[in-house]
T-cell receptor, first 107, second 113 residues
Framework: KNEVEQSPQNLTAQEGEFITINCSYS?????LHWLQQHPGGGIVSLFM???GKKKHGRLIATINIQEKHSSLHITASHPRDSAVYIC?????????FGTGTSLTVIP | EPEVTQTPSHQVTQMGQEVILRCVPI?????FYWYRQILGQKVEFLVS????????KSEIFDDQFSVERPDGSNFTLKIRSTKLEDSAMYFC???????????FGPGTRLTVL
């Protein structure tokens, strides 16, 4: 049973394309976290949100609590955006992670 | 910019041995977390820690695991008797407030032979 589902699992895009990564969850939610895992393994926090929308540079994250769904958008994608993007949902005191979306942006 | 650090970056040990993984959280953060990621699998929550005690732990965090903040800067994860299936990348994270935005360390790759 996967509490957090991400789609797609793998994504290849041309540089400059608009990218959307989706996250659906079945657990209750206090907050949702989008993380970026670099090829070397390091993890960076991108967003933490519990409602609405957040924007940071070329990244936009939205969440729909009623539909239990969040999206991460990348505008004007660049090869340096190539990484695994992970959705993690906080349900009370437990953090449930998705399996990640592997993004490759081709020059 | 402050960052979370972890040592060692790679630890190789024999099955049955004890290992201690070390983390130095960001200095003004009060909440600390350990996660693990088995190769090719998703990240899994192990434990959260605040005020010198465990706040929450997952099913993975059984009696062979323990955490400690031995001084004002270090946060450690001890695995008492390692098993082959403990081989994974272990990430430490810290946050200012409970379950607020977390800052992750670079990870320790543990290999159990």
């Amino acid at each position: 049973k996967n509490e957090v589902e991400q789609s797609p699992q793998n994504l290849t895009a041309q540089e400059g394309e608009f990218i959307t990564i989706n996250c659906s969850y079945s657990v209750g939610i206090s907050a949702l976290h989008w993380l970026q895992q670099h090829p070397g393994g390091g993890i960076v926090s991108l967003f933490m949100l519990s409602s609405g929308k957040k924007k940071h540079g070329r990244l936009i994250a939205t969440i729909n609590i009623q539909e239990k769904h969040s999206s991460l958008h990348i505008t004007a994608s660049h090869p340096r955006d190539s990484a695994v993007y992970i959705c993690a949902v906080l349900d009370g005191n437990q953090f449930y992670f998705g399996t990640g979306t592997s993004l490759t942006v081709i020059p | 910019e402050p960052e979370v650090t972890q040592t060692p970056s790679h630890q190789v040990t024999q099955m049955g041995q004890e290992v201690i993984l070390r983390c130095v959280p960001i200095s003004n953060h009060l909440y600390f977390y350990w996660y693990r990621q088995i190769l090719g699998q998703k990240v899994e929550f192990l434990v959260s820690f605040y005020n010198n005690e465990i706040s929450e732990k997952s099913e993975i965090f059984d009696d062979q695991f323990s955490v400690e903040r031995p001084d004002g800067s270090n946060f450690t994860l001890k695995i008492r008797s390692t098993k082959l299936e403990d081989s994974a990348m272990y990430f430490c994270a810290s946050s200012e407030r409970f379950w607020a935005e977390q800052f992750f360390g670079p990870g320790t790759r543990l290999t159990v032979l």
